[in-house]
């Protein structure tokens, strides 16, 4: 089994908090910038993490 670094968990930790982020903002405010501002990081983390993974894993 692979060892995986702490950056790596802390990217599941910040695609994690994203998510929950974009979802609270996209049903429960109307503030529309900050919702894609928080689903482009959630995305770009979340792309980093399958290219690292594909990669080293």
């Known amino acids: 089994m692979a060892e ?3 950056l790596w968990y802390a990217l599941w930790l910040i ?3 994203f998510g929950v982020t974009t ?3 996209r049903n429960f405010t109307n503030k ?3 919702t894609k ?3 482009y990081t959630g ?3 979340m ?3 399958l290219i690292w993974t594909l990669i080293d894993f």
């Open 37 to 39: 501002l928080s689903a």
């Open 23 to 25: 979802w609270y903002l």
């Open 4 to 6: 995986y670094p702490a």
């Open 47 to 49: 792309s980093t993490m």
């Open 15 to 17: 695609i994690a908090v």
């Open 32 to 34: 529309v910038e900050i």
């Open 43 to 45: 995305v770009i983390a």
